[in-house]
């Protein structure tokens, strides 16, 4: 949803009126999107082996498309474009049988599987990240790389540049959960903080997103560490929070590592081992070998791991500065800009 509304700004620029369909979860991040209206419509996953949830499933999806047919035919949009996930398929299904041009941005490093189903047919597949796995052959001379669109609090961070860091000075850590705070992270990263020594705790200004059940232990935790730390499930601020950052750990979803190089901050992922395909680890490729990030898979997230690499990279100061170049030059603020270009196209006819 963060990539739909920052290229949904980006067109509304160059005059396009903006209109969003989404199910049920992607209502409750629509607040203020930029539309001219927001339509829920059903949608579920087509890609289960289970045969109720399939049959289930199956029902949602056709009430979906129906639901998106009757939009489209009512409203006509010249161009649909969609940002993956499942309230995708009835709208790209639908413009596809209308013969209304469509579009793809897949914001992960791997393309997704309603993305996979319909890249053959897109005008063209935008991605978020250099690598694009999964693409299919015939689908690969209209991949363009436009980066993930950032909204604008994330850009102004950008033209922050990195906060001065000494020796002896105040070092912001912020943590990045994922979707409400992942488990993995509310339970070790306090515990990891809480081993380092005394002199590095106490320069320490952390807040962090936690899970709502591990909010009193990480609380207690860092208190009887004595580290100062602000950690609640949600924050609103977050280009705020990146702008005073000096180093950020986080899961790896495509928002979150597109961010941390718009900003340009040094970081440490940990990608979600469930993740299908592998595509949080395939997100954080271009940090890693940029020497502007560390990945620990979840097996080597424990406490121990994670504070003997804390203790060394925010134990350097001009280190730090030079991952943090090092992530934005990776950064593409101009992404949301790239892609409405992109859209553009597909009415003119030129798509770069």
Not at 68 to 84: L, R, S
Not at 266 to 272: E, Q
Request: hydrophobic share 45%; aromatic share 6%; charged share 25%.
């Amino acid at each position: 949803m963060f990539p739909a509304r920052a290229a949904a700004e980006a067109l509304i620029k160059r005059g396009w009126q903006i209109r969003l369909v989404t199910d049920a979860r992607g209502m409750k991040h629509t607040e203020e999107f930029p539309a001219v209206a927001v339509d829920e419509i059903h949608a579920a996953s087509p890609f289960t082996k289970n045969p109720l949830k399939l049959l289930k499933a199956g029902v949602e999806l056709t009430r979906g498309l129906a639901e998106t047919q009757a939009i489209v035919k009512a409203w006509k949009p010249d161009v649909v474009a969609g940002f993956g996930g499942y309230p995708a398929f009835p709208a790209i299904a639908s413009a596809r049988t209308a013969g209304i041009p469509f579009c793809i941005h897949e914001q992960n490093a791997v393309l997704g599987r309603v993305n996979r189903t319909f890249a053959s047919k897109a005008g063209f597949i935008a991605s978020g990240f250099e690598r694009l796995d999964r693409l299919p052959e015939r689908a690969r001379k209209r991949h363009i790389l436009t980066g993930n669109p950032l909204r604008a609090p994330i850009v102004d961070a950008r033209a922050a540049g990195y906060p001065e860091i000494s020796d002896d000075s105040r070092i912001n850590l912020l943590v990045l959960g994922g979707s409400l705070g992942a488990r993995i992270l509310s339970e070790t990263i306090p515990a990891a903080i809480a081993m380092l020594p005394e002199k590095l705790k106490s320069r320490l200004d952390v807040v962090q997103q936690t899970r709502e059940e591990n909010l009193d232990m990480a609380r207690e935790t860092y208190s009887n560490a004595g580290v100062n730390a602000h950690c609640e499930p949600f924050f609103k601020n977050v280009g705020e929070l990146l702008a005073n950052s000096h180093f950020v750990i986080g899961r790896a979803g495509a928002s979150t590592v597109s961010e941390v190089a718009g900003v340009g901050r040094p970081a440490i992922f940990c990608p979600l081992g469930i993740a299908a395909d592998d595509h949080q680890s395939a997100n954080t490729e271009g940090l890693y070998k940029a020497v502007a990030a560390d990945v620990l898979p979840e097996a080597d997230f424990t406490a121990e791991r994670l504070s003997e690499l804390l203790e060394t990279r925010l134990s350097n100061p001009q280190d730090l500065k030079e991952r943090a170049a090092a992530a934005r030059a990776l950064g593409r603020p101009d992404a949301a800009e790239a892609l409405a270009k992109a859209v553009d196209g597909l009415v003119t006819g030129v798509v770069v």
